[in-house]
Each structure stands twice: as C-alpha cells, then as structure tokens.
C-alpha cells in the first residue's frame, strides 16, 4: 500500500470514530450523567484488559526469569498489573456513581460539563503516566524523579504531578455530587455517599508527601491504601449496592438504606482502627498489636451482614429481577468480598501469625480475591446495567440471544480468580514454613522456599489460572460490546410493592 | 398485612445515629493514636534511630524478657570509612531513600515487609549472612548495586536484579539507607534471623 492509501484508510477510520461518537452522544436512552458513565466504563475496561495482560507477563516471569529482562521487568509489569486495577476500580467507581446520579436526586447533574472535562483530563493523564512507566521506567535519585516518573511506593506510584490532577478531578467529582444532591433530594444513600467521597479524597492527600524516614513514609501511606480499600471504597461500593438491591430486586428504600447504615456503623467501626494491622512492623508501637488485632479481628462481620442481606433480599424476591447478568455479578460481589477481604484477609490478620505470612504470597492471594470479589464484580454488574439502558432498557433476563456468553465469562472469571488465589495460598503456607519458620527469613531462605517444588508448582497452576481469567476477561469484553443488540423485548418490569407483599 | 413501624433499635435514624457516633469515635481515637506514634517513630526517638546510627556497629539478637529479637547499636563503625555527622548522615540516607523510589525497588522487593515478592526484603537486608563478612559487606554490596547482572546472587533461582543505571554515590546512599533501615525496631520481625556476625553467640 502506498503512503496516501494508508492516509486515507487512517481518515476513514477516524471518521468512522467520530460518527460512532456522534450517534452515542445522540443516544435517547440515556441522561447526560448515564453517558458520561459510560465513557468512565469504556475505559475502565481498557485499564481491566491492561490488568490481566500486565498480570500475565508478572506471573510468566515467576516461572521464566529472563522473559523480556531489561526490556519490560518484573517491577514495570507489576506496577502497570497494580496501578491498572486501582485505577480501573476507580473509573468504575465514578462511572456507577455518575450512573445513578440523576435517578437518585431527581435532576440532571449540576455542572455535567465540568464532569465531561475532568473524564478527559483524567484519561489524557492515565495514558501519558502509563507511557512514562513503560518507556522511561526509571530515573535518578532526586525529587524530580519522584515529580515526572514515578514516586516508587506501591499502589501509589504515580508521579507528583498527577497526584495534584486525580485531586483536581476527584474534587470536581465531588461537586457534581453534592451539588446535583443539594438542588435535587437527599437521601440516605446520598448522605452517605457524599460523606465518604469527602474522605476518600481527603485520605488522598496522607500520600501525596515525601519523608526521609520511612517508618513514617509507611504510617501515612496505609492511611491511603487501608483507609481507601478497607473503609471507604467499601462504604462506596455498599452505596452502589444499596441503590442497585433497589433497582434490580426491587428492594424496599427504607431496609436497604437502615442496612447502609448498619454496614456504615461496622464497616468504619472495624475498618479505621483495624488500620493497626498494617501496624506490627513498620517501626510503630507494641500497642498496635492490640488494637489492630482486636479490630480488624472483626472486620469481616460487616462483611458477613451483607451476604445475609443480600442472599435474603434475593430470596426474598424470588430471584425475580431485570437483568441477569448484573444480578449475578451482585451475587458474586456478595461471596467474593465476604470471601476474598473477610475470610482470606482474617486467616493471616492476626500479629501471631501474621509474623510468619507478612510479605509472602499469602497477601498476593488475599490481594487477588477481595480486590475481585470486592470491586470488580460490582463494577461489572454495572458494565451490564448501562449496556442494558444503552440498547433501549432491552430484555435481558432468561432465554436472551447468546446468553451462554455472559455466563461462560462470569464462570472463567470467577474460577479463573478463585484457582490464583487457592495457588497463591499454598505458594504463601510454603513460603511462610520454608523462609520464615525454618530459615529466618534471611535471603538464602527466601530463595530456599522460592526455588522449591511446591512453590514452583503453585504459580505455575496461578499461571494456568491466570490464562482462564484472561479468556474470561475477553468474553466478558465481548459480551459488553454485543448483549442486547437486536434485543426487541422490554425488561422486565420490576414493582417493589408487589414483590415484597 | 398493615404496615407496622418497626421498633428502635432496627429503625433507620437508630442506626444513622450509631454509624455516624462509631466512624466519628474511632477516627477521634485513630488521631490521637497517630499523634503518639508521630512521636515514637521520629529519627532519633525510642523507635527509630537517629540516621548517624549509621556510623555505629548495628546487629540484630533475640530479646530475653522480650521474647523477640531486636535491633542493638554496638560500637562505631563507620561506613566506607568515614564518620559523618547528623546532618551529613540524614542527606546520604535521604539520598538513598529517593533513589530506592525512583528506581522503583518495591516493585520486586519488599522494605519492612510490604511491597512486591519477586525478590528478598530488604529489611534487614544489611545484616544478611549473604555477604559472607562484615569486612567485605560495604563494597559488595555497592558492586553488587553497580552491576548487579554480572554479581548476581541468585542463589538457583535464575532471578536477576537488572540493571537500573545505578551511579556509585547512588549506590553507597542506598547502603546508608539500608544500614540505617535495619537499625530499626520493627517489633521482632522477621523473626528468628540470625544477623551476620551473630551465628556463633
């Protein structure tokens, strides 16, 4: 092909972009506040494929060292695999909020135009930090490393400069919500929804600052990462849960909002102190054993509550629902969080056994499932309400066109995700036994457990595991792009009265 | 079936008045809590060694009354031969702090525990019995840093750090950092490490 047909056929598609852009902004069947979600969605599912790609390449390099070494190493890997997820998380977030925003305030978003500039600002930063990771990587031992390519601390990599925008973005964020809230009605779930956006930005700031010392470095960085996954994001998904227990089953206001309150009262009541667990051994005070212990000890009874809520809602209702799909991935959220942060988060929480597990692969295996069972479930289930919507609030229960897709994808992922974590816990009992009990954790044990057969089976079945995952990310990708189309019947009407009398 | 109001202690303003008492009373109590760990790990406080600890012997050994192993601070020791003063030490560890973050080092390793798993912890990383002997440790460890494909310690493992274009001033900061990281009282972890020159006692 000539250098002028590439030209054209690069117009072409470019154009095609445009008028496909053009026709969903047209779209009838959804508010602003619904396209907007929907634009956070679409990239959170690029961010989740980046994820199970990036995890891919870690997970090889357990098991084949010297794949792409000193091209795209193991800390470049993992860093895209964790940055990805805590972002895409996060786009879903804003994308389930923005999604009912409207329904719940009874008006259209105050300031959706700041809304739509701050998705592009976001977006444009995503990719130019993810450019910087992949391309530059690395850089020299000053503050301007730390302000223009990476800041070096997990979960929290992203340079200085895009600490500051993701504050600007979270912050307009939060006056389309209370603004909209405020013209519009509040409710529960906006009381509480609007309270805890104010902390989970305000917690932003504890990481936004470089120490010397780095016990103190630690101590303010878990206020992020803890306070964020184990307090707010959890009050911030039970939010979304409530309003969607409401749509999808039809589930009376006042029990699912007296239950957002519950779940407020133990989840905060467990979570902001059970931050001591993280506590034992950065350098802070015995006393920290005691309280952290003590909380995060009963940090899965919130947890617990919501799948008795759930599980009864459902029955309750007699499984009667209109949507399928996203109903499913509610259900899987219910299991998986209550599994993945409750169960696996409390078998290694405790100071006296948590001195053997710290650091091992037994926080891979925890991190694995609650992230999943947590915050990737409900997201999905959103992915599938707002397909629903866009395609005309279309049929999407039994007896749908290809409906072996959306439920092969939900099996592969959730096995996929279950058979990582079974074999990262054995890999991490291995570790904690060989490195820590036997050898003292010093380096000839830690490489002692990691060259031993049982550890290097286990992450070669993660890898197996891992692929599953991956094939059900792409089913899911396509199911999204497909479900629905051509659908002519009407979902199913769901009344409250009549389900619950 | 007539509507019943339900009784106080299932109704909702019962628990909105409990979930905002709770998450207001524990954040009171996280506060202040932080406010004495603020001043228990301070370089230079009970916890935290001041950064010239650097220029002391520093060693790890199992606590009696305790029943855990904890850091000790012997005689001195300077590092690479000189003795620095507070100021000069908090630079060259600071120095090295930023170049552990800027080369991305928690992203295979973990420090005090947290971090990635690919590669060993560095907690205690200065007093490993890999380096065979104190004598020899400082220099080791910066050829190590310099060119770690070509003294690579990858004990059977095929696991090799990279080269991360580490310049020799970055390299003896970030051993300042890790002597002084391991200095501090992480509350017995890891436990039951035996630190190098301690094998015989």
Request: hydrophobic share 50%; glycine share 10%; aromatic share 14%.
């Amino acid at each position: 092909m000539t250098l002028q047909a590439y030209q054209e056929k690069a117009e072409g598609c470019a154009a095609n972009c445009k008028q496909r852009y053009a026709a969903f902004m047209a779209n009838p069947n959804l508010s602003g506040g619904q396209k907007l979600a929907v634009h956070y969605f679409t990239v959170a599912m690029v961010l989740f494929m980046a994820q199970l790609l990036f995890g891919l390449l870690a997970g090889l390099q357990f098991i084949f060292p010297s794949f792409l070494y000193e091209i795209l190493d193991f800390n470049v890997n993992r860093m895209v695999h964790i940055n990805a997820m805590v972002v895409w998380m996060l786009y879903g977030f804003l994308g389930s909020v923005y999604w009912f925003l409207e329904d719940e305030s009874g008006v259209p978003i105050v300031g959706l135009k700041w809304g739509q500039l701050a998705f592009w600002v976001l977006t444009g930063a995503v990719t130019i930090v993810v450019l910087v990771y992949l391309l530059i990587q690395i850089g020299s031992g000053t503050d301007t490393s730390l302000w223009l390519i990476n800041e070096g601390r997990e979960y929290i990599e992203a340079p200085r400069w895009a600490d500051i925008g993701i504050v600007v973005v979270m912050l307009t964020f939060f006056y389309n919500v209370a603004a909209t809230f405020a013209k519009g009605k509040w409710s529960g779930i906006a009381g509480v929804l609007t309270l805890d956006l104010v902390a989970l930005a305000g917690l932003y700031l504890a990481g936004m600052f470089y120490v010397t010392n780095i016990s103190v470095d630690q101590y303010w960085w878990w206020w992020v990462i803890h306070l964020w996954v184990e307090a707010t994001w959890e009050v911030l998904v039970g939010c979304i849960m409530a309003w969607s227990l409401m749509k999808l089953l039809g589930v009376r206001r006042k029990v699912v909002q007296t239950w957002l309150y519950i779940e407020v009262a133990l989840m905060f009541g467990s979570g902001i102190l059970g931050l001591g667990h993280h506590y034992f051994w950065i350098g802070t005070p015995e006393y920290w054993f005691t309280i952290g212990g003590f909380f995060s000890a009963l940090e899965p009874i919130p947890l617990v509550a919501m799948v008795v809520h759930s599980i009864y809602d459902a029955g309750a209702h007699k499984f009667k629902n209109s949507n399928h799909p996203a109903l499913a991935w509610i259900i899987a959220h219910a299991f998986g969080n209550f599994l993945g942060a409750g169960v696996w988060g409390f078998m290694h929480t405790l100071p006296q056994i948590n001195l053997y597990t710290h650091g091992t692969q037994w926080s891979a295996s925890h991190g694995h499932l609650a992230f999943f069972g947590a915050y990737a479930t409900i997201n999905i289930a959103f992915f599938y309400l707002a397909a629903q919507q866009a395609r005309g609030n279309v049929w999407m229960g039994g007896e749908l066109a290809n409906g072996w897709r959306w439920k092969a994808a939900a099996i592969l992922l959730n096995l996929g995700v279950m058979g990582m974590t079974v074999a990262l816990l054995i890999a991490g009992y291995e570790q904690s036994f060989i490195e820590r009990a036997v050898e003292g954790s010093t380096w000839a044990g830690y490489f002692a457990a990691q060259n031993h057969p049982w550890f290097m089976q286990a992450m070669i079945w993660r890898m197996v595991f891992g692929l599953m995952t991956a094939v059900g990310g792409g089913l899911l990708l396509w199911d999204l792009l497909e479900i629905g189309k051509g659908e002519q019947r009407p979902a199913a009407v769901i009344d409250s009265e009549a389900v619950t009398h | 079936m007539t509507e019943q109001s339900p009784p106080r202690w299932a109704s909702e303003t019962f628990w909105k008045k409990t979930a905002i008492w709770v998450t207001g009373g524990s954040f009171v109590l996280l506060v202040i809590l932080s406010f004495d760990s603020m001043k228990q790990i301070s370089a230079g406080g009970p916890r935290v060694p001041a950064y010239s600890v650097i220029n002391k012997d520093v060693s790890y050994r199992f606590d009696k009354a305790k029943q855990r192993y904890q850091p000790t601070i012997g005689d001195d020791a300077p590092l690479f031969g000189k003795t620095l003063s507070e100021a000069e030490a908090e630079k060259l560890v600071d120095h090295g702090k930023k170049t552990v973050q800027a080369k991305n080092c928690m992203n295979c390793h973990t420090l005090l525990g947290n971090g990635a798993y690919y590669a060993p912890d560095l907690t205690k990383a200065w007093l490993d019995q890999g380096w065979g002997a104190k004598e020899s440790r400082e220099q080791m460890m910066v050829n190590f840093l310099l060119d770690p494909e070509k003294n690579a310690r990858t004990y059977g493992s095929n696991r090799k750090m990279p080269n991360l274009d580490i310049t020799p001033p970055e390299a003896e900061a970030i051993v300042a950092f890790l002597k002084w990281m391991s200095s501090i009282d992480t509350n017995g972890f890891p436990h039951n490490f035996i630190a190098l020159g301690e094998e015989d006692k």
